[in-house]
């Protein structure tokens, strides 16, 4: 068995035990592997072990490596910040965008997803902690947001993501995974019909299952330390 491949069974067998703690069932979440900055060999590998959702930050890099293993069938999410001059690449390249924090980069999305594929899965990213240095709308926005991309065709709003502030406290976490949780089912009392919580990551899965997350994005537990990008791009 390969490192990745002995990584991704704990990896599963953590997130299984988190479940259980949660009165949970393991396969309520899926497993989202956070490939960014690891070549096409490290996402084969993992595919090999049966991985199939692969998460990256950076759109060339993300298209590249779509393109090399294309015949493996595989998911990928786009899950980084999402500049407007980026759109078109991502929305023909990837079947998830997890990082969508203003109307413009939905519309785009939207105008430029081919009609002959599925529609684009997209969730929106909420800033639960505030910070100003991060992404995603703020909570107060949250719901004009919503229903303006729920009703933009070729795309479909799956729900919300988001990265709360580093933090070694799991009350402090299980408290920004909870307001992430209490805005879905805000919107689901306004009738919009949201099935996914992105959240929790390779140092905090434990609290974001137990509020309620149905993807969790895990790069380091998976591959290992990031090795650097061969030429650095900005999303």
Known sequence: M??????????????????AAAGRAPDEIALLAVSKT??????????????RAFGENYVQEGVAKAEALRGLGLEW???GPLQSNKTRAVAG????VHSIDRLKIAERL???????RPPLNVCIQVNVSGEASKSGVSPDELDALAHAVAVLPR??????????????DPALLRARFALLRARLVGLGGQGLALDTLSMGMSHDIEPAVAEGATIVRVGTAIFGGRPALAASESA
């Not at 390249?93 to 998830?96: A, R």
């Not at 795309?155 to 070694?168: Q, T």
């Open 38 to 51: 690891w070549p096409a060999d490290a996402v084969r590998e993992a595919a090999a072990a049966g991985q």
């Open 155 to 168: 795309l479909r709003l799956r729900g919300l993501m988001c990265i709360p502030e580093p933090s070694e």
């Open 93 to 96: 390249t990837f079947d998830w």
């Open 110 to 116: 939207s105008a430029q997803r081919d009609v002959h």
């Open 77 to 79: 999410h786009f899950i």
């Open 2 to 19: 390969t490192s990745i491949a002995q990584r991704l069974q704990a990896v599963r067998a953590r997130l299984a035990a988190a479940a």
